[in-house]
């Protein structure tokens, strides 16, 4: 096809093959984002080839690819992919690890206007726009721009109430989300979530990750930092205590002071709507009757 839109945590993205850019095909994760209307958040424009990086441009951040191997963190290479800054555009030029040798990405955007441009090197004919690592890069600036808030987390809703339970690897987002499910809860998502505060309400949606993934959202009334533990406690956390482990777990890139300002501003304010503690669980059904009885 030579272009589709896609409804993803409310932001509405287009994408668009210039005239000689390539056939657009998304993968099956995306499917049940497919959105049928016109209007658009932000357009990406599709070619084929590489981008010349304008001698000027100034590289202010580079992200190694790294995997993870028996909760062991093994960097693979030094560069997966790269932010430019020419004056007032973003560059990204990112690798491909899970695609053939030799394609490259060069996305250019601009926090300002709402269509950016996307090449495409050794793609092929046909090819996904939105292959890892160009989708969470997209959404990542798509809540920058938005004041928006991406994180690391499972979310459930259950009785009425959305629960955030977030940490790194290991520390129990799948195994929350599985404990949940197991009674019957809304899982939203159990890997990356996006915050948004609509009208006045702070509510939680998914990203498509997995290929079954169908587009979920639910409100946001409890956020919870999980740590395994024998016996289930929960220490609540207030101002900026709550805030600054809070961020320990956010997606975010720290190049761009105003960014960084906006992007604390956010996580400040809902910290104050939204109660914050640590909870140290069992990993069983009495986490729920706990949680239920504490909330």
């Known amino acids: ?53 304008p001698e000027e441009a100034e590289r202010v951040f580079v992200a190694p690819y ?31 690890p899970d695609s053939c040798p030799g394609k490259k990405a060069y996305l250019k955007l601009s926090l300002a206007l709402r269509e950016w441009d996307l090449w495409l090197q050794e793609a092929g004919y046909e090819t996904d726009p939105f292959e890892y690592p160009l989708d969470g890069l997209v959404l990542y600036y798509l809540t920058a721009i938005n004041d928006d808030i991406m994180v690391h987390a499972s979310g459930i809703y259950y009785d009425g109430h ?35 505060n609509i009208d006045g309400t702070y509510r939680m949606f998914n990203t498509p990750v997995y290929k079954n993934d169908a587009p979920a959202e639910s409100p946001l009334d409890k956020i919870y930092l999980i740590e395994h533990c024998h016996e289930n406690k929960s220490v609540p956390f207030k101002g900026a205590s709550a805030v600054s482990h809070l961020v320990a777990n956010c997606i975010q890139y720290n190049y761009n002071p105003e960014m960084i300002a906006r992007f604390l501003g956010s996580v400040s304010i809902m910290c104050s709507v939204v109660p914050v503690a640590t909870l140290f669980f069992r990993p069983d059904r009495s986490i729920i009757d706990y949680i239920l009885r504490h909330e």
């Not at 790294?66 to 990112?94: A, C, M, P, Q």
């Not at 339970?165 to 899982?187: E, L, P, Q, Y």
Request: proline fraction near 2%.
């Open 66 to 96: 790294t995997v993870e191997i028996k909760g062991i963190k093994v960097k693979k290479r030094e560069n997966f992919w790269s932010v430019y800054k020419h004056h007032s555009d973003l560059i990204i030029v990112s690798n491909f």
């Open 1 to 53: 096809m030579r272009n589709y839109n896609l409804n993803i945590a409310g932001y509405k993205i287009r994408f668009e093959s210039s005239d000689d850019g390539p056939e657009l095909f998304p993968a099956e994760r995306f499917t049940r984002n497919i959105w049928y209307e016109d209007d658009y958040n932000v357009l990406i424009r599709v070619h084929h080839g590489s981008y010349d990086l």
């Open 162 to 196: 959305g629960y955030l339970f977030s940490g790194v690897s290991g520390k129990g987002k799948t195994t929350m989300a599985g404990i949940w499910d197991n009674i019957g809860a809304r899982i939203i998502h159990d890997d990356r979530l996006i915050i948004r």
